[in-house]
């Protein structure tokens, strides 16, 4: 079993940014691919960023936002510049690992205009 717990989501004015942190206990030796979605209402969710030995971003977040982890602390971040309004969802961290995929429960950023 893996427990994933994220934080840092909130509201931010446009062009503002927030850093999002995805902590994760149990399990984690077999993960080996980490990443972010995020679900805005009335849609899919859809892959935002993820991280494996390397990084891909959606096309729509590229060059504004980062993810990186940090294997000492078992965190998986995710920085995110020059927010659009577009970019308000609930953002989840998910881990694909050996036995099975998991999500967190997700944390709101809302980009105001």
């Known amino acids: 079993q893996v427990q994933l717990v994220e934080s840092g989501g909130g509201l931010v004015q446009a062009g503002g940014s927030l850093r999002l942190s995805c902590a994760a206990s149990?399990?984690?030796?077999?993960?080996?691919?980490m990443g972010w979605y995020r679900q805005a209402p009335g849609k899919q969710r859809e892959l935002v960023a993820i991280?494996?030995?390397?990084?891909k971003y959606a096309d729509s977040v590229k060059g504004r936002f980062t993810i990186s982890r940090d294997n000492a602390k078992n965190t998986v971040d995710l920085q995110m510049n020059s927010l659009k309004s577009e970019d308000t969802a609930v953002y989840y961290c998910?881990?694909?690992?050996?036995?099975?995929?998991?999500w967190g429960q997700g944390t709101q950023v809302t980009v105001s205009s």
């Open positions: 998910y881990y694909q690992c050996i036995s099975a995929n998991y």
């Open positions: 149990g399990s984690i030796f077999s993960c080996n691919l």
């Open positions: 991280i494996t030995g390397s990084t």
